[in-house]
């Protein structure tokens, strides 16, 4: 591996061990990784606009945007890996089938990560106060308040991931995203 590729597969390690991210458990970086992990995928992108045919900083440039929860930016990169003949075993293809499923979860529930984790942190809350009603009152007030368009809409995808109160929107839907 080259000198430069080492140095930033260092800084993104470090930003991967702060993030307190579990593999089945994606949730936004801690904050105190963030400053590692958007300074490796900056520096990842410029090494390969000199050398794009690296499939290593591809394969780091991927992770990288996995941890940021940039889930499309994560898939494209771990294509280009394999593509420029990156090894095809099975944690990487297991990875890809994951960035696939995540990215088209995200897509469609149309929230994004600090949505989901807010609405989360929210419902999380609410709950241990009181038992969920069987309904989506909860879901229906936080949308109302961090939500301007296609409320309607942000409901009927968490329906159909299998969020249809409270509390399965907390645990089918945010607990597993
Ligand atoms: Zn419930």
């Not at 930003?15 to 904050?31: A, D, V």
């Not at 929230?111 to 989360?120: I, K, M, Q, V």
């Not at 038992?131 to 879901?139: A, E, Y």
């Not at 109302?144 to 991931?161: D, F, G, P, W, Y």
């Amino acid at each position: 591996m080259p000198e430069e590729l080492a140095r930033l597969q260092k800084i993104l390690e470090t930003g991967q061990r702060l993030s307190r991210q579990g593999s089945y458990e994606r949730r936004t970086p801690h904050k105190e990784a963030v400053p590692y992990l958007t300074e490796s995928r900056k520096d990842l992108r410029q090494f390969l606009r000199e050398q794009p045919k690296s499939a290593e900083a591809w394969l780091l440039l991927s992770l990288a945007e996995e941890c940021l929860l940039n889930y499309p930016a994560a898939l494209q990169s771990l294509e280009h890996f394999l593509a420029l003949g990156g090894e095809r075993n099975k944690k990487t293809l297991k990875r890809l089938a994951s960035l696939k499923e995540y990215g088209r979860k995200w897509a469609e529930l149309m929230l994004s990560p600090d949505n989901l984790e807010s609405l989360g942190v929210f419902l999380d809350g609410e709950l241990a106060k009181s038992s969920c009603d069987h309904s989506l009152r909860l879901t229906k007030s936080w949308l109302a308040s961090h939500i301007t368009s296609n409320q309607a809409h942000v409901l009927e995808a968490l329906r159909k991931s299998g969020g249809y109160c409270d509390c399965e929107v907390l645990f089918n839907v945010v607990g597993n995203s």
